[in-house]
């Protein structure tokens, strides 16, 4: 019975790290390229590759339920400070458990975890074919607090999105 068990884990842990894999394999090249751009502008603080990688309507909101415009996130989209003891503000955060779905060929619904500062995150985006380039439409964190850590509502931004 628990050599059962034993094998279930293991096929369960193998169709999980293949399963983000299959799905970026399944998903658009030109969508899979303006993500990692969008990602590389986030991360350099690109505000043009930002721009124009996002939706006039976007809005993204936060761990703490704070609702941003397109205007108002792209004001943070600034270029990186040095870090002062190593610290990248969680936005290089290894994900977890990634699904990525297409729909009519001109939506895709991505969904995430990252650890970061001692709890996970969860993130949704939602992108859409508009004008022949792929854009982010809204961005969704949340955030669950570690066990014991009481409410769960002091986590603050994350840096993504």
């Not at 899979?32 to 809005?59: C, M, P």
Request: net charge positive; aromatic share 6%.
């Amino acid at each position: 019975m628990q050599r059962r068990h034993v094998a279930a884990t293991v096929v369960a842990l193998v169709l999980g790290f293949t399963s983000a894999s299959f799905a970026q394999q399944n998903m658009p090249a030109d969508f899979l390229k303006a993500r990692q751009e969008r990602i590389d502008a986030l991360a350099k603080g690109d505000r043009a590759a930002f721009d124009r990688l996002t939706t006039a309507n976007f809005i993204v909101t936060d761990p703490t339920g704070r609702v941003e415009n397109k205007a108002e996130r792209g004001a943070r989209v600034v270029p990186p400070q040095a870090p002062a003891g190593g610290g990248g503000g969680g936005l290089g955060a290894a994900r977890e458990n990634e699904t990525m779905s297409l729909y009519n060929n001109d939506t895709i619904v991505l969904r995430w975890s990252a650890s970061q500062g001692g709890a996970t995150n969860h993130f949704t985006e939602t992108w859409v074919k508009e004008g022949g380039q792929w854009k982010c439409a809204t961005a969704m964190i949340s955030r669950i607090a570690p066990a014991g850590a009481g409410g769960g509502r002091e986590g603050g931004r994350g840096r993504g999105n």
